[in-house]
């Protein structure tokens, strides 16, 4: 449900942004209606934090090899660093500040992390958290959950440098598989 209208105009070659072709787009973020005037070469990396403030969204090589930047859009994760902003006109986007809800209360795949001790030094959580909710949006109707190792592969697109991988794997999988319950803690 579309609460709230929010009209941002990004400054003037912020990011060596050239103002001079300014595309309009009307889109969700985290469940509020959002339209801009944006110059047609923006990345959807660069509207999020900049524009909208959310920066939680973290920039890491900016070339689509790490995952630290990954939103969801329509339920997919994608890499914001690459994706442009004209692309998501009339979707959905979530940013890892969008899924607490609006009771405060973790997502679960948040509390997954927590609960297995899947987080460092946590640049890399919000992408990561990002990527296991779409593996967990992706599962939802299947009739087998993906396994372990499926998981792992689907997380190659996220790095992490300080956990090794196993936690956040453990994290992904609790998610995955304890979704159908009424999760409120994961252990
Ligand atoms: S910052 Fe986007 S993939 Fe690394
Ligand atoms: S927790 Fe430090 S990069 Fe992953």
Do not use: W
């Not at 050239?18 to 005037?37: D, R």
């Not at 300080?162 to 159908?180: F, L, N, Q, R, V």
């Amino acid at each position: 449900m579309l609460k709230e209208k929010k009209t941002r105009v990004p400054s003037k070659n912020r990011n060596g942004y050239s103002p001079s072709t300014l595309v309009s787009v009307i889109f969700s973020l985290n469940g509020s209606q959002a339209t801009c005037s944006i110059p047609s070469s923006m990345l959807l990396i660069d509207l999020i934090r900049e524009e909208f403030g959310l920066t939680g969204t973290k920039p890491g090589c900016r070339e689509g090899e790490c995952g630290a930047c990954t939103v969801l859009v329509d339920g997919h994760a994608v890499n914001s660093c690459l994706y442009l902003t004209v692309n998501i006109n009339g979707k959905e986007v979530t940013t890892i500040e969008g899924l607490t809800g609006r009771d405060g209360n973790l997502d679960p795949v948040q509390k997954a992390m927590i609960s297995k001790g899947a987080i460092q030094c946590g640049f890399c959580t919000p992408g990561m958290v990002m990527s296991i909710k779409s593996l967990v949006n992706r599962n939802k109707n299947a009739k087998k959950k993906m396994n372990r190792e499926e998981i792992k592969k689907s997380l190659e697109g996220n790095l992490c440098r300080c956990t090794g991988y196993i936690k956040i794997i453990d994290a992904a999988e609790a998610a995955i598989t304890k979704m159908d319950e009424k999760i409120t803690e994961i252990h």
